[in-house]
């Protein structure tokens, strides 16, 4: 068969493990296609930035249509992130009939449905492994091995950056600042960070895994979701005390006919595996009706890992061109599912409240969250017989809004000074 020719958008932390991995494993996807697969061009903003790199000076240009429109191109693989010029470029890619390949999670989270309607109308494949979980392959777990399955939950650390940050604060002591630089350093960090900190990295993920596997179109800024911003050195050591590690997990599930989900740090107990998951390492545990429960783990995020993604939609792409597989790239025609409404769910709390050390202020405190129907699991002061106390609450399941409610009046007993963190508890399973 003739060789498969890639253009490719980007050569930064992504494009340049997906080139590597090409070269250095060349021979086994030989074995595996029986063709080649070539490098024609490379979009980069700066091409004189590339010019010392292995790659020859040629490849490199800053023209996209020199690309997007040669004919002699099958597959565009972008890796150039952000949301414009990015979708614009994979749009025209599907039109001018190229396959795309892409590990981009703010295009798919935002626009996936009408690119997946784009790429079947031109009768091509839109692929995005990378776009979550890095290296881990969650999209081919969901539209393949677990395709018999009706999804009912998926609970998951799916930011590598926020996961390499707390792991550091929590085993070494470093300071946010000092974490974020690190996992910027490593190639982990969006090119704005702040998207991971926040939390919208992870919503957007949520979001394209909400679409695969429920057929449900999310817009992610409706998420709820809360980043790490917040989380001291302090919160972790209490969390610890208490038994539990801090994760930013993504959750998404079935409940009554509705769709929960939401994206929120969380106290996890040390003995869930979840606590384990250390580093840029993500995670994700499915609930399946059939298969029941199934965990992948897997490094979620950096150059070789989401390289690896990248380049196994490739060559999954390749064989479809090689076989002539006519596939559909929609998902919700698959699932028929209609949410009844989608919301935030109820969990179970930690609350820290900062008070004046007097007494009967738990009593008050006890009292106005049993008047909102707040059901408290334990309390625990630390210190004793200074001016100001934290004290912690750990509640039992809540609805968020009763919780709000319940807050609002504690914040009103004079001797609370402040709410200090609210954080979700995981289960123990
Ligand atoms: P980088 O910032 O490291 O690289 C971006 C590359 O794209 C650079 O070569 C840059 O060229 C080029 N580029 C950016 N904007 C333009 C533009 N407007 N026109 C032409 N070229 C452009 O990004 P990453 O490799 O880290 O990420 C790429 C994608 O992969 C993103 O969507 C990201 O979310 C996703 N991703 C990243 C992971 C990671 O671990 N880093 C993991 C999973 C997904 P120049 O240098 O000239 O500006
Ligand atoms: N910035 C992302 C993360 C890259 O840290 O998880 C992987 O999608």
Known sequence: MKNIIVGLLGFGNVGTGFAAILEENRKIIENTLGCSVIVKKILVRDPGKYRDTVIPEELFTADADEILTDPEIHIIVELIGGIQPACDYIKKALENGKHVVTANKAVIALYGKELFELADKNRVSIRFEGSVGGGIPIISSLTKSLAANEIEEIVGIINGTTNYILTRMDESGLGFQEALAEAQSKGFAEADPTSDIEGEDAAYKLAILTHVAFGVQVNPKEIPYTGIGQISEKEIDFARQLGYK????ATVRRHDGCLDLHVHP???????PLAAVSYEYNALYIRGNAVGEVMLYGKGAGSLPTGSA??????EVVQIIKNKIGEKNTFA???QFKPKAISSGSSAYYIRL???????VL?????????NGISLESVVQRGRG?????LIFVTHEADREMLDAALKE????????????ILLVQNKS
């Open 246 to 249: 801090i994760k930013l997990l």
């Open 266 to 272: 969380a106290l996890v107990p040390f003995e869930h």
């Open 310 to 315: 990248v380049l196994g939609d490739v060559i």
């Open 333 to 335: 025609d698959k699932y």
């Open 354 to 360: 900062q008070v004046k050390d007097r007494p009967g």
């Open 363 to 371: 009593g008050k405190i006890t009292t106005a969250f049993g008047r």
């Open 386 to 390: 200074g001016l100001s106390v934290p």
């Open 410 to 421: 504690v914040s009103a007993i004079e001797s609370v000074e402040e709410v200090a963190s």
